[in-house]
């Protein structure tokens, strides 16, 4: 679709660290134009520029410009909403514009596992959009919700799908080092991390793993999903890093993969045939990558400008199977790019009109 | 004993980084004083403060007045010797010092899994100090070599001791997030480590943790260790972080100890009784932390002037049977501490003497 | 005086980030005890532990089990205020301590500048000391306000005393490199500060150094403070540090002294004889260091248990006349230690009596 | 030109991190095809992925799969050769390579203040290519040798360009907070720099600012540079930054421009028209930023892909006239990347020709 066509968008929670990773993503997206920028009460009003302490590179000129707007469907007339809202606002905000039509991709952790809600990574479980018509015949509404996981779940889940879908996950033991950018802005102060890490995450981060994991691999059977049967255990720390969430493996599968057939089925997995060739897909979804210091989030949270997970030094484990490290980039791939591209395979089956118009 | 009646000790490998820390926590010794420092031929005849680039805090003035040695027993006369060589150089030095009648406490990875060297933690495995007759009499030495363990190790296998004591270990995944100290000076470069972490250590880090936890908590049988039999399972990191390593447990035990009982357990533990009243004795040689996100590296490590062991988020694991997070200093429990400590319960149990002159 | 005896203090905004080293540096004071902790009203009824996120270390037992108090002169009565409260409160609270009779050590900014109020570094200006009796007459008071500067401001002047003493200093272009810590709790955002530097620190930072530094090393004549006739340039910046500010100058004098004597004066400067052999006096206030990249906020910020300023690098300058790098600790020296030299030194003049209870 | 008429072009020095740069930047080139990797003769007859510990993204695989020759002019035969040799190996070879007719972009120190070479920042001055003539003709080559300048000295060079050439600078005070990169790979060592800051940098980095800016800023008079007669003081600092050195400068001028004028002046500069519209060149060489707190490496260093010195808080100053910050990217602006685009303008002025092969 031409520039002039593309489907207008609008992001709750605009200024804030995820609403601002949303603006710097659709930056010249193909299909999605930033339309409107919505956030709390006391920065409506103001030009985005004004409201928003912009964090990272420059702030889209187009978008500077805008009026922040509240987050209010009366004034916010996009078909396609992002929600980088917290989690206190998205539970009656997401929903009322749901039920005003808006199809709403969230990051907000409130719906995650609600029964009728997909909890989607294109790539690994496409299949659960399928829920969004008995969300909506169960609410009666035209918009919808789907959500996309905590970042470093998604990173554990991408990294497990291809191996989960062969040999049958039964327990994954998950300890991760998660990103400073995982917190928002301002997010951890620089007294508590520099330098050291914490090995706590507040919000039940560690539930948050456990149970997403489980969703997320699970199968929608009838106009429900059914969780996937393995079990997750979940260690949890922050580390002075700015961008990827790392999560360290220890896996045990029904049928006992070795290494090199793990491996193999981690480098042929293409994902959900859906989730190909869009705007934001990667190239390569899941890197598996031979070195044995790799990866590192530093070097590698930017493979496929954010959207590759990247898995390196898979091995046996003496206690469970197999054991391997995950890093993927955390608020692209696990928060605002996640979200886009969830959009964009709505587009591609039709839940979103190419030619929505506010 | 009177400050000149301080037993003379050498340090070998003095001009590293864990040389270094030796000589830092020697100083001011009320037991030994650092009557001389060896090092590699490059360094030989120079003084200390020429030869050696310091790294923390002030070099003691007697200390940098001394002229660098050359690793050889027959310029190097202290009948105790702290060894801080590397692996390449300690295969023939160690020995060569024990037959020379020195005892050597060595920081090397050499000899700690040979069977008739003990690798002690005194508050561990005091009682494997046993080993050193049976050392003695298949050498024909006078002198002995005693090690302590991997950094990494020595917090594992502190932080599981009481545990293991009353329960039974059976299976434990330790997953680390290692301060840079632990690869010495100059060690990590800057451009690989800042804002970033690394999933892999070299010099079979995670096989050093596996197989001398399970020597460190086995029993003297005889003349020969036993390993404790439970199973170690070792996923290793490199973090920013200066100083302290931090350990993420997932442990299951023969005996299922309640998270209270765990807890308990660990906060009634004394260690071993001839590891009590010593110069480098912490007052806790465990701690066990309330707070939901302690342990940490940068506010815990230097506990106990870097002796104690932090341990914390003692949880049921839905996986094992319980999950905990533990955090010691790795160059002073670690590393030099902890073999200054094993010299003294040498010298309380007479293998060294208070009279020892060079 | 016997540990019974020590003079009661109390601690106003003592839950915060400097609060706190107060509290970490009067535990154990032979002189002080903190009989009190003030805080908001949020924070009053609460023990100290419960009101309390504490930053490092571990809290003392005897102040956990305090309860805060408000910052009211009714209900705080000892006569010895340490205030780290922040400028919208100490506007007015400051006063009314003085007012009801106290002796109050400021590291607020509010009173630096007023005429009556010294601004007091020991070594430097205790001199300065001598307006608490203008100050006393002018409003009434039986107590006192004695202020220490702006962190940055007291490295620079320490640095620059000796030579300003003998030199009398004409310009002197200072640029910063400023820990975080500076900033408070939570302060800094890790998002703004790791692995980056800004260039620039809100609150007026570089006018801040610009006239307390003239005022420093002004001169008290009759009851009023001349100030030093110097001019100062300042940039600020922030870094990734803990602890430790330091401080770029370069300087021209009066009469030009060559490098050799510059250096000569630094280390032969002891500073005023009314400010050594205190409890908190180090043992070399200003130390000069001969190592070419020296000083170093993390190798030498606690020199002197944190009350050491280092110097080095003293060098011609081509276009003013000498340049050289000093380094401080900078909630230490710069803050809550400072204060507390203070107050030793007025417990010596008798301006805060021995015999002093609530 | 089309991809396979690009003009081929040889790395010496290859496997180094400016070497790594060079391949990076030039991956994708329109104009340069890396045709050559040499380096060492440890590292020759291995395959450029076997020889080279890459340190950043993804080696282009184009180049891993090249052999790595020979620094030697009989081997390496590409007519345009970037040198990122350190200094121990270029005084010898890159005039091996102009003999040998080939024009050699060096960013070693060992001839930038050779009389008849040109030390070129393109928009600075290029007319100094001038020199080149001079050059050939003095040593007989029919290649040439052509240098960028120190990364620190680049940066404060383009930031004071505009202002020199309007308002002659008479004296300038530079403070630098230079990256980790800048001292190459491994270059700092981690326990040397993590949450510390070092106030030196070796290899006479402060006397390399103070010439090489004077010779950068001076004028080609017949076939002569006459330097710039103001004088430089530089105070060096490292700082825990991945990339982007900082500059904050105090200067004076023969003609004090108002902020305004030195605002606008540095807004409207645009360099030597024959550094624009090249592949290398960014949309604005110089940026002056309004926000308070930037230029911010970070946040900075990548604007225009690197090539981009941004400047910020340009105000009175009241000691020199003015002051302010200037940050660029000290491995692409500062090094490789200035070769590059060096190599542009040489391309465009027929020094290097379209046709060159091998």
């Keep these: 679709m031409s520039s002039a066509e593309r489907i207008p968008v609008a992001i709750l929670g605009a200024t804030g660290a995820v609403g601002q990773t949303f603006i710097r993503l659709l930056n010249g997206h193909p299909w999605f134009r930033v339309a409107e920028v919505a956030a709390s009460e006391r920065s409506a009003g103001k030009s985005y520029a004004e409201a928003t302490r912009w964090i990272e590179g ?7 410009a805008l009026t922040v707007k509240a987050c209010d469907t009366a004034v916010v007339s996009s078909p396609v909403v992002f929600s ?9 905000l997401e929903p009322a514009f749901a039920r005003a039509g808006r199809v709403v991709l969230s990051n907000a952790k409130n719906f995650r596992m609600t029964a009728d809600v997909p909890l989607v990574i ?32 998604t990173v554990a889940a991408m990294a497990m799908a291809p191996l989960h879908e062969k040999f049958r996950l039964k327990q994954v033991i998950v300890t991760t080092l998660q990103a400073i950018s995982g917190a928002g802005y301002p997010g951890v102060p620089s007294l508590d991390i520099l330098g050291n890490t914490i090995p706590f995450i507040g919000g039940e ?43 360290c493996l220890s896996m045990s599968f029904e049928t006992k993969p070795t290494v090199a057939d793990a491996i193999a089925t981690i480098r042929a997995w293409k994902g959900d045939p859906s ?12 890197r598996y990558r031979d070195e044995a210091d790799r990866p590192q989030p530093r070097r590698d949270a930017m493979d496929g400008k954010g959207m ?6 898979l091995r046996e484990d003496p206690i469970m199977q197999l054991r391997m490290v995950a890093m993927g980039h955390n608020t692209i791939r696990g928060a605002a790019g996640g979200s886009i591209l ?10 979103i009109s190419r030619n929505a118009r506010a």
Tied chains: 1, 2, 3, 4.
Aim: net charge negative; hydrophobic share 45%.
């Design 84 to 92: 980088a809202l917290d989690a206190a606002a998205a539970g009656d």
């Design 275 to 286: 989730s190909l060739g869009l705007p934001s897909s990667p190239a390569t979804a899941l």
């Design 308 to 313: 590759t997970v990247s898995v390196g030094r």
């Design 58 to 64: 420059e702030m889209p000129q187009d978008v500077a």
């Design 205 to 247: 981060e560690e539930e948050k793993i456990e149970r997403e994991m489980q969703k997320m691999l699970g199968t929608l059977e009838g106009s429900a999903i059914v969780g996937a049967p393995f079990v997750v255990s979940a260690h949890v720390n922050r580390v002075p890093v700015e961008n990827g969430h790392t999560v």
């Design 122 to 153: 294109p790539e690994v479980n496409a299949a659960h959009l399928g829920l969004i018509a008995a969300q909506r015949t169960a609410h009666g509404w035209t918009g919808a919700i789907v959500t996309n996981a905590n970042c470093a779940a």
């Design 342 to 351: 969830n959009a964009e395979v709505l587009v591609n089956s039709g839940v």
